[in-house]
């Protein structure tokens, strides 16, 4: 059995009591409510240009809406349908530069658009929208092609084709982890410029107090309360930021709307050869996809308008799609719930007008998915409305410009607040790795090389497991029969990615709770000593915790 990882602990605390230590009664320039990728986003830029900031969230980092996206880094072809030019343009240099910056975490892939008669347009014509789009991407990507019946079951025989009229392949990009580690990669960055960042901390009330905001905050761990202060506030709350807002009775000019969209993660359905995206059209005509992840494949994603942020896929919800894919699909047997491993849902925050009346909206789906950022001079406080993935450095740089308004100085932007270490860095890290042969420590021969996957997981932090591993072979053997992790990982896990709860482990830290069926959890060998690795003494309490919390698949 492995010792219970007290590297978990700071001279016995750990990383996340320290930090609310230092919230308890202190002083920031910058309080970030929210750490979804808004919130990590705009600590990270502001602490890496010299702010102090804290930031808590009342779940886990990355846990709400930026935890159930498609992981797609794109442009939003889909978004010409409505002429948003500005938009797709600013999306694709997004796209482009994250694609630049984040080069083994963000991978240009291929989107095989098979158009059948529900298509509202024909090949030629969504082929000629491909080639606008690959020009308003500033030709960032590889370049589109149109294929005809033949190519498209050629090129991916699972494509059922009676009725087809064409198709049409054109580029963007995706996450090969998971959106909310994503999320956490800002949050790291946050942290190691000194930010004060702490998971499941509630904000429970602010108030002006002379020139600054005096903030009740809870941690929902322990339930202890205690109060920060802070000169101004970013309000990151993503589908809350105006009940935040009321809250201190700030009125903005924007407020927020919610369109639900719910995915399906079931067996991979395309071939193996190389990643790639299926895009259908459904019967009401929106685009649907097939998204690879790892061995597994995601379908979605619905649109649909509520009034709660707080949503769960529902029976017709996954009717809908199942239907969707099936008819669109040539499997050997259809697709059912009990192919179903795991569903995400969450409701994308759409911006609109306070006093414009959004019924008017009458196609739902063409309310615009670009953000708005607005500075409060009265009461110092900047919110974020709306946002994608994509676009989040152009929100970190945003936010951070607005804070300096509010008369905080911020050191010159170096753009190194973001990123993957350089290329010198990368070298040595593989040739280390080579050195001392890690790739044969691989036992699952199906899975990529281990070198490419600490690289890309951890970045810099990926010597210290190489040294792990050096030091005690043991920290190279694959802990849980049915998901891709060392041991040497889950003490790093322990010790720098403030893990609270099982779940922030399977779920955001990793993807195991998304691409593992719920009975190999179970029965994963490894699974309690995984525990014991980040909880100690606590592992059999968070197992049980884990259990009773995790959605099941009705
Ligand atoms: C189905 C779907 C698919 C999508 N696909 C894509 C995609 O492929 N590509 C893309 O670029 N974008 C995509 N998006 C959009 C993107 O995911 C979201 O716009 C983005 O995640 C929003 O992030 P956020 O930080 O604003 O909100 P959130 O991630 O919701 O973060 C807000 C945080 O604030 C916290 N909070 C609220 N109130 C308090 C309080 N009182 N105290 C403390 N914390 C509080 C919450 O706990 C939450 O974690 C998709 C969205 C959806 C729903």
Known sequence: MATPSVAATLWGMTLRDANIDRLRSGLFDVLVIGAGINGAVSSAALAGRGASVAMVDRGDFGSFTSQESSNLVWGGFKYLEHYELPLVFGLCRSRNRLMKAYPDNIKEISFLAALDRNAPFPPWFAAIGAVAYWMIGLFGTKPPKLYDVERVKSEEPVIETSGLRGGVQYQDAYLIDNDSRFVFSFVRSAIEAGACVANYVELVAAERVDDRWVARLRNLDSGEEFTTSARTIVNAGGPFVDEINSDWGLRTEHRIVYSKGIHLVVPRLTTNRHDRVLAFFDDTQRLFYVIPMGRRSVIGTTDTRVDTPFTAVDTDDRRFLLDQIN?????????????????????????????????????????????????????NVVTIFGGKLTDCLNVGEEVAREIERLGIPLEKDL???????????????????????????????????????????????????LEAIRADPTMGEDIMGSADYLRAELHNAAEH??????DDFMRRRSKIDLVVADDDIR????????????????????????????????
């Not at 959004?358 to 739902?364: L, P």
């Not at 010198?424 to 790739?439: G, I, N, P, S, V």
């Not at 990615?497 to 099982?502: A, D």
């Open 523 to 554: 029965n994963s060998p490894g699974l309690h000593e995984v525990a014991e690795i980040l909880f100690g003494a606590e592992a059999d309490r968070r197992l049980t915790e884990y259990f009773a919390e995790k959605p099941r698949i009705a």
């Open 327 to 379: 008819a669109r699909l040539d499997l050997d047997s259809p697709l059912t719930v009990d192919d179903v491993i795991a569903e995400r849902s969450g409701v994308r925050p759409l911006v609109v007008k306070r006093d414009g009346d959004d019924r008017k909206h009458v196609d739902w789906t063409s309310l615009s998915r670009k953000h708005e950022i607005e500075r409060d001079d009265d009461l």
């Open 497 to 502: 990615e403030m893990i609270v709860k099982l």
């Open 415 to 465: 753009a190194n607040w973001y990123g993957e270490p350089a290329g010198a860095t990368r070298a040595e890290f593989f040739r280390q790795a080579k050195l001392m042969k890690l790739d044969r420590l691989r036992v699952k021969p199906e899975t990529e090389p281990l070198s490419d996957r600490l690289w890309r997981r951890y970045g810099r932090r990926a010597f210290d497991l």
